[in-house]
Nanobody, 126 residues
Framework: QVQLVESGGGLVQAGGSLRLSCAASGRTFSSYAYAIGWFRQAPGKEREFVAA????????YYADSVKGRFTISRDNAKNMVHLQMNSLKPEDTSVYYC?????????????????WGQGTQVTVSS
């Protein structure tokens, strides 16, 4: 069974940076994942798409709200995906989740993803 573990969350001031990481145990991303995505969910709000990367080609996708500030990347050797978050804003405060996409459908819809991590808290103070 695949387990995803996020790390790198924390408290940062507005304008600061954090780097989130997603690691998979049990299987390599290349063996089963079409894409890996990052989503976030703030209290009282629906889960929203943040970014995604296809494993084979490395194609990237971003929500408009983070475009130009966040960068998603993959590390094939370490079987990890990273989300570099710069110029953070208080509205970026959320629990961030990584997930693996099964290979069908668009990469921005959360129901297309079949494995999820437990999440890591990101808090941006003003």
């Amino acid at each position: 069974q695949v387990q995803l573990v996020e790390s790198g969350g924390g408290l940062v001031q507005a304008g600061g940076s954090l780097r989130l990481s997603c690691a998979a145990s049990g299987r390599t991303f290349s063996s089963y994942a079409y894409a890996i995505g990052w989503f976030r969910q703030a209290p009282g709000k629906e889960r929203e798409f943040v970014a995604a990367i296809t494993w084979s080609l490395g194609s990237t996708y971003y929500a408009d709200s983070v475009k130009g500030r966040f960068t998603i990347s993959r590390d094939n050797a370490k079987n990890m995906v990273h989300l570099q978050m710069n110029s953070l804003k208080p509205e970026d405060t959320s629990v961030y989740y990584c997930a693996t996409h099964g290979g069908r459908g668009d990469v921005v819809t959360d129901r297309r993803y079949n494995s999820w991590g437990q999440g890591t808290q990101v808090t941006v103070s003003s």
